[in-house]
Nanobody, 119 residues
Framework: QVQLVESGGGVVQPGESLRLSCAAS????????TGWYRQTPGKQRELVAV???????NYADSVKGRFTISRDNAKNTVYLQMNSLKPEDTAVYYC?????????????WGQGTQVTVSS
């Protein structure tokens, strides 16, 4: 059983940065890729970034060049470094185990962490 806890969200101004963390328990790192997803009210949850067991990464076009996904296997933690944040990045961000580079989520959803970008 995989348990994920997201943290690091907050309220920032446009252009600022945040670093989200996803602390995992279970076999996520050994069995699956890991994805970051986001959702705003009235919109479908979307894949933001994914990292495979081998370290391959993929990003949504809207965040490419601004966000970086990484992991620290020793800490069982996946990170999402978000730079040059824009108001449209405002969302609840979730992490989840994913099927390969495509980022199809596998597990149940946690509480997520709120990111608000506004002036």
């Amino acid at each position: 059983q995989v348990q994920l806890v997201e943290s690091g969200g907050g309220v920032v101004q446009p252009g600022e940065s945040l670093r989200l963390s996803c602390a995992a328990s279970g076999s996520m790192f050994s069995s699956y890729a890991t994805g970051w997803y986001r959702q705003t009210p009235g919109k479908q949850r979307e894949l933001v970034a994914v990292i495979t067991r081998g370290g391959r990464t993929n990003y949504a076009d809207s965040v490419k060049g601004r966000f970086t996904i990484s992991r620290d296997n020793a800490k069982n933690t996946v990170y999402l470094q978000m730079n040059s944040l824009k108001p449209e990045d405002t969302a609840v961000y979730y992490c989840n185990a994913a099927l390969g580079i495509g980022g199809t989520p596998v597990g149940s959803w946690g509480q997520g962490t709120q990111v608000t970008v506004s002036s």
